[in-house]
């Protein structure tokens, strides 16, 4: 199969996931790599055997066909209307943008010049969701009618050493996680009709727990607790909670209930996971492992093992746009994300249900032959 010539703009740790990762893939060949401080695209081209430029150089380089890009959120927009501008595909991390203007203006963009667009997250095509996703076409668990989905835990200034923009706008929980979740509510559900919400947070400061910084203080300037409900056009309403503000819960991160039972889904931020039924009368669970790719382990996290398959969306788009048909991590549905959540902080200030402006369609389910197909 033709090789689409890959071009990385943000040499951060996350670049080394689709560095280590494209090989794993058809249809993709990582041929450059810039930052905007070249010594630090300059290490991450000589870690990875490929070659260092400057922003300006990698947008001009006729070799390239996708650019993928991983700056920081704020520079989301910018980057991708650079790269479109440039008559490149654009492929982004997440958020793609953040505000629903800026996704319309980049959708309008990329159709005027006949490119594509795709960004992650691509967890929901791992094969623990595919399996989830499978359950619920086949009518296992019948019609689903509600479930709650949660994000819990105490913020990461508790880690990381340098916290700032995980409490500006355009993060907190619901920007920085709930990607992840959306993007799985709409692989297994389909788009949502409108939200409402109430948002607060616990503090207006919050120290620094780790690295040079420790101890100082950071601002709270977008809501740390949300706390949403989402009517689906399914006619499926799901509760989901998104807190920085717990010190311990037990909430499960994924239920979704039937009229014939209940699906348990893991942790939409990772690949893999157990997948759990239970039927009326019954226990939950735990569903045999499929024969999917993308849950066979392949990493060893701080002891965890793990499957990681990210750039599979972005393998997914390149192979889409090399035989003609539509990629999973598509715009469209990307969009539909920003609205979703952007509309979740809306009601969260008014106090009213937000009706959504977009919508999109489920994108077709990665079975394990189609999978398979996009390995190399």
């Known amino acids: 199969m033709e090789k689409l010539g890959i071009g990385i703009i943000g040499c951060g740790n996350i670049s080394t996931s689709y560095l280590r ?3 794993l893939f058809k249809g993709l060949e990582v041929r450059a790599v810039a930052d905007i401080s070249m010594e630090a695209a300059t290490a991450r081209a000589a870690e990875f055997n490929t070659r260092a430029q400057s922003v300006d150089d990698l947008l001009a380089n006729p070799d390239l066909d996708i650019v993928i890009n991983l ?12 790269i479109l501008e440039a008559g490149k595909h654009a492929y982004s991390e997440k958020p793609l943008v953040l505000t629903l203007a800026q996704g319309v203006e980049l959708r309008d963009l990329a159709k005027s010049k006949g490119l594509s667009v795709g960004c992650a997250p691509d967890t929901f095509l791992g094969g623990a969701h595919q399996q989830a996703r499978a359950i619920v076409d086949s009518g296992e668990i019948g019609t689903i009618t509600t479930g709650n989905a949660a994000i819990q835990g105490h913020g990461p200034e508790s880690w990381h050493p340098s916290p700032d923009f995980f409490y500006q706008p355009g993060a907190g929980p619901i920007m920085d996680m709930g990607p992840y979740y959306f993007a799985n509510l709409i692989n297994l559900l389909g ?5 409402g919400a109430l948002t607060s947070s616990a503090e207006a400061k919050r120290p620094i727990g780790s690295g040079p910084r420790q101890g100082q203080l950071i601002d709270v300037n977008t809501p740390s607790n949300i706390q949403a409900l989402l009517e689906f056009h399914s006619g499926a309403t799901i509760s989901f909670s998104a807190s920085w503000d717990v010190w311990h819960h037990k909430r499960n991160h994924f239920e979704l209930y039937g009229t014939k039972g209940t699906l348990y889904v893991p942790d939409p931020n990772f690949f893999g996971g157990t997948v759990e039924v239970a ?13 999917h790719p993308f ?4 990493q060893n996290h701080n002891g965890r093992e793990l499957a990681n398959y990210r750039t599979a969306g972005l393998a997914d788009m390149a192979v889409a746009h090399l035989t003609g048909r539509e990629h999973r991590c598509s715009l469209d549905r990307t969009l539909h994300g920003v609205d979703i959540m952007t509309s979740i902080l809306k009601s969260g200030e008014t106090g009213e249900f937000v009706t959504l402006t977009t919508t999109c369609t489920r994108p077709q389910a990665l079975g394990i032959e189609e999978a398979r197909a996009l390995l190399a």
């Open 21 to 23: 990762l494209a090989p």
């Open 71 to 82: 700056t920081i959120p704020e520079a989301h927009y910018p980057i991708t209307k650079r």
């Open 191 to 195: 788009p949502v009709k409108r939200v």
């Open 279 to 291: 039927k009326p009368g019954g226990q939950a669970e735990v569903v045999a492992p499929w024969d």
């Open 295 to 298: 849950l066979v382990v392949n």
